[in-house]
């Protein structure tokens, strides 16, 4: 089975930090691996996703994700972080199955950017 | 189209009330899913549709009751909850098919509270 652990469940950093949010997978096959936020109230959206080829992927608002195979790690950066960027973060491994995807989901990391 | 529309988006029942909860996507995916999300927690996968039958009950009780009416439309119908059931409700959807990746895409949530 599929998962994954995000070991931060708050990271606070200041405003035009930079910020690292942390997220280690276990798959015995080959690996579909995302980060999707949640502002309050509302659904996930997809910030970026692994599936195969280079190890560095850049998402939507200046995030970027680095797959490590040998460390089993997909961390989240961001050079320097936006008031807005305050959200709840989830890592997300898929699994396909015939005809839908299992999407199993991290604990998740509320990131709290300070003024 | 790439959006997942849900409504209602706050629902307050009451435990011997009978509601439902919508979810529509015009995006011609053929895989569809319920979540259920409690406050600090990551989504729960409830129900998956693909091509219209039911794929997954991740063994959730009786009193929610899938219907999955043609390839738009998922719908939650909701009887005798509990207080416990209160919770954000995530609809979403992906293409389905034999491929190995889809995204999926949610909705923005159903707030529901059970009094």
């Known amino acids: 089975a599929q998962s994954v652990t995000q070991l931060d469940s708050q990271v606070p950093v200041f405003e035009e930090a930079p910020v690292e949010l942390r997220c280690n997978y276990s798959s015995s096959v080959s690996v579909y691996l995302f980060w999707y936020v949640q502002y309050p109230n509302q659904g996930l959206q997809l910030l970026l996703k692994?599936?195969?080829?280079?190890?560095l992927v850049k998402g939507i608002n200046g995030f970027e994700a680095e797959f490590n195979k040998s460390q089993t790690s997909f961390h989240l950066r961001k050079p320097s972080v936006h008031i807005s960027d305050t959200a709840e973060y989830f890592c997300?491994?898929?699994?396909?199955?015939?005809?839908?995807?299992?999407?199993?989901f991290g604990t998740g990391t509320k990131l709290q950017v300070i003024p | 189209d790439t959006e997942v529309t849900q409504t209602p988006k706050h629902l307050v029942m009451g435990m011997t009330n009978k509601k439902s909860l919508k979810c529509e996507q015009h995006?011609?995916?053929?895989?569809m899913y319920w979540y259920k999300q409690k406050a600090k927690k990551p989504p729960e996968l409830m129900f998956v549709?693909?091509?219209?039958?039911?794929?997954i009950n991740e063994s959730v009780p009786s009193r929610f009751s899938p219907e999955c009416p043609n390839s738009s439309l998922l719908n939650l119908h909701l009887h005798a909850l509990q207080p416990e059931d209160s919770a954000l409700y995530l609809c979403?959807?992906?293409?389905?098919?034999?491929?190995?990746?889809?995204?999926?895409?949610f909705g923005p949530g159903t707030r529901l509270t059970v009094l």
């Open positions: 692994y599936l195969s080829g280079s190890t």
């Open positions: 995006m011609g995916h053929r895989a």
């Open positions: 549709y693909s091509y219209e039958k039911l794929s």
């Open positions: 979403a959807s992906s293409q389905g098919g034999a491929s190995s990746y889809n995204e999926q895409f």
């Open positions: 997300a491994v898929s699994e396909a199955r015939r005809g839908y995807q299992k999407v199993t």
